[in-house]
Every structure is written in C-alpha cells, then in structure tokens.
C-alpha cells in the first residue's frame, strides 16, 4: 500500500508538495486527470501515477483503496473535495487539502460524524492556509483566561499560483466573511481595516474572508473571529469599491474571461521567490476582562511553507498519529505543529490587561 496519493499533482502547488514527499521518503503515487501530465511527472520524480478524474467514482475508489491518504491540490476546492471525500469515505482513505476556502471548510466540518464511523480522519487546509494561523490561534487561546475575540492576519511577499488566483476569482462576487458569536456573517471585503504590526513594521490591515473565520472556531471556539491582509491604503479601497460590483463580478462571462486571463499570465512564484521570501503571521486575542494577547510567526514565503507543512502533516497522518473525524491542523497536533516546519519563528508580546483599540 501506497503513503500517500497527490491529486492534482502536475499543478503549481502539486508538483511542489509531490516533489517534498518524495524527497522525504514518502511513497507517493501521482494522479489527476490529465494523463500526459502524470505520465511525464511519474517518470520524473520515479513515483507511482494514477489517471482518474473526479467524475468517475469506481476508478476513483480503486485508485484510493491502495493508499493510506489522498492530499488533494486540485483547486478550486469547492468542485473537487466533495467528490474526493466521498471517495475516501467509501475506501477508508484519509482526506487532506489544501484549501483556503470557507464554504469547504464548513462542508467538511459537516462529515465529522460520517467520518468518525468510517474511521477516516478529515484535514483541510495543510498549507499557509491554514496552519500557520490555525496553530496561532490555538496558541492565543491558551495565553488568556475566556477568551472572546480573535484577529490573526498575515502579510506575504510574491505572488499567486494558477490555481489560488482562480480560486479568487470565484470568491469575487460573495464578499468576505467574519465569525461573530459562533455564525458566519457575510460582510464586503475590506469592510474592517486597522493598522498591524505583523512583524516586518507596521501596515494596513484588510478584513479578508480567510480560511481561519471557519477554522478558528473549531480549533479554539472562540465564536468571534476576524482575518486581516496586509495591504496599501489605495488596495483597501479599491476592494471596498469592488464589493459593490459583486453581482457583476460573479456572472458567468466575467468569470469565464478572468480565468482565462489567469491561465494565459499567472505563473506563481518562481524558486528564487519561493527560496527567500518570507511569510508573517499576526494574532490577538481579547479575553472577557479584557486582558489582551498579541503573538507572531515569522516563515518561509507561503508556497514553501505550504509544501513544507503539506508534506510534515501528511506524515504524521499516514503514521496513524491523526483522530478520525473531521479536524484542524491544531486541532489534530497541537500549536506547536507549525514550530516543526523550518524556518518558522513563533515571538510573544506581554500579556497586557488593557482592552484591544
């Protein structure tokens, strides 16, 4: 039986994570559905290939009922993790991605039962998203006494893969989104800005509808969240301005026409990019006397640390360390997890009793 089978593997963030697994002594099997594609990566890196497409269930559970777990990097997530779940549901196959999307993340919290019963563990979100920001949640909530409020926020260099700048662009005409009292509340993107020092100087932050408004919750519950961007002034504005475009924004056409922008001029980062940029992450937290927390990571630039914290999760899935059910990165090892990955910095302020501006 196979480690681990990569979907979606000849991607941007696929090759990436496949070619970590394979580094690390994984036994990995390439797959996806374009057949010239893991044909000539399999061969590349000497590994395993399967060619299945998500439409077809019984190729699909033949695939996974000879591997420990499916990673999956086949975005944009909200047409391919279910069809994946349901596959690993029905063969024992543990699930992970690594995807940043809300909607995904509360589907999949949904099976936890399905997935308990079926002794199969399912972890979304192995990458930058969320696992620096989910094991800095955890973190936080364990620097104060009933804590209430949470903000974590990041600020990146360099720029999006393929699949991420589609992913974004579906998200164009929903908003962006907060937790407040444990519900999800839609809300414009941008909606809520505030200076933060995420620990490269001082920047505008943009309220951004961020995987850890889902995450955070389940790993922390602490049912009042918010995600923040680090961005410019004019940036902000602009997407405040862009929020009351939505209905345009989400139509068909439009959305047709942007993807194929991205698939004619977006690359992602190149490996200079990848080697020495860096990524930084921003928490608070508020407790119900007011007492406030302020905590940061520093990291790899967020492709690395997303191959690097993909490949360090699944290990630790495939060597049987996860629960069944449906999980958090922190939620299944803790908030120390991120400290694993090379490279990541975890630094703490005081803890100060004076209530957050």
């Known amino acids: 039986?196979?480690?681990?089978?990569?979907?979606?593997?000849?991607?941007?963030?696929?090759?990436?994570?496949?070619?970590?697994?394979?580094?690390?002594?994984?036994?990995?099997?390439?797959?996806?559905?374009d057949r010239a594609a893991v044909e000539t990566q399999a061969g590349?890196?000497?590994?395993?290939?399967?060619?299945?497409?998500?439409?077809?269930?019984?190729?699909?559970?033949?695939?996974?009922?000879?591997?420990?777990?499916?990673l999956n990097c086949a975005g944009p997530f909200a047409d391919t993790a279910e069809?994946?779940?349901?596959?690993?549901?029905?063969?024992?196959?543990?699930?992970?991605?690594?995807?940043?999307?809300?909607?995904?993340?509360?589907?999949l919290a949904a099976r936890d039962q399905q997935a308990h019963e079926a002794g199969v563990t399912v972890l979304p979100?192995?990458?930058?998203?969320?696992?620096?920001?989910?094991?800095?949640?955890?973190?936080?909530?364990?620097?104060?006494?009933?804590?209430?409020?949470?903000?974590?926020g990041f600020e990146t260099a360099g720029g999006l893969?393929?699949?991420?700048?589609?992913?974004?662009i579906r998200g164009l005409g929903t908003g962006g989104a907060v937790r407040r009292e444990g519900r999800i509340e839609r809300v414009p993107v941008g909606s809520s800005t505030r200076r933060i020092d995420f620990g490269n100087g001082e920047r505008v932050g943009m309220s951004v509808p961020w995987g850890d408004v889902s995450t955070a919750y389940h790993t922390t519950g602490i049912g009042n969240v918010t995600a923040y961007m680090a961005t410019s002034p004019q940036a902000a504005?602009?997407?405040?301005?862009?929020?009351?475009?939505?209905?345009?924004?989400?139509?068909?056409?439009?959305?047709?026409?942007?993807?194929?922008?991205?698939?004619?001029?977006?690359?992602?980062?190149?490996?200079?990019?990848?080697?020495?940029?860096?990524?930084?992450?921003?928490?608070?937290?508020?407790?119900?006397?007011g007492t406030r927390a302020v905590s940061r990571?520093?990291?790899?630039?967020?492709?690395?640390l997303t191959k690097l914290a993909a490949v360090e999760v699944a290990e630790r899935v495939v060597e049987g360390d996860a629960p069944a059910g449906f999980t958090t990165p922190a939620g299944a090892f803790g908030p120390d997890l991120v400290l694993d990955i090379d490279g990541v910095e975890r630094a703490d302020e005081p803890v100060d009793a004076r209530d957050a501006a």
Not at 126 to 144: E, N
Not at 256 to 282: F, I, K, M, N
């Open 1 to 33: 039986m196979a480690d681990l089978l990569v979907y979606g593997s000849y991607g941007y963030t696929g090759e990436l994570v496949t070619r970590e697994a394979v580094d690390r002594g994984l036994d990995v099997v390439a797959a996806g559905r």
């Open 44 to 70: 590349r890196l000497g590994c395993e290939q399967e060619v299945v497409g998500l439409d077809e269930p019984r190729v699909l559970d033949l695939a996974l009922a000879d591997v420990s777990a499916v």
């Open 83 to 107: 069809p994946m779940v349901e596959s690993c549901l029905r063969t024992g196959t543990h699930y992970l991605d690594v995807t940043g999307e809300i909607a995904v993340f509360e589907a």
């Open 125 to 152: 979100g192995v990458g930058f998203d969320v696992v620096p920001t989910d094991c800095l949640a955890a973190h936080l909530a364990g620097r104060v006494s009933d804590p209430n409020r949470l903000a974590l």
């Open 161 to 168: 893969s393929p699949g991420t700048a589609k992913t974004t």
């Open 237 to 289: 504005r602009a997407a405040r301005v862009a929020g009351y475009l939505g209905p345009l924004l989400s139509a068909g056409p439009v959305q047709s026409a942007l993807e194929r922008l991205v698939e004619w001029g977006v690359d992602g980062p190149d490996e200079r990019t990848r080697e020495t940029g860096a990524s930084y992450v921003w928490g608070e937290v508020v407790g119900e006397d």
């Open 297 to 304: 990571l520093r990291g790899p630039e967020t492709y690395r």
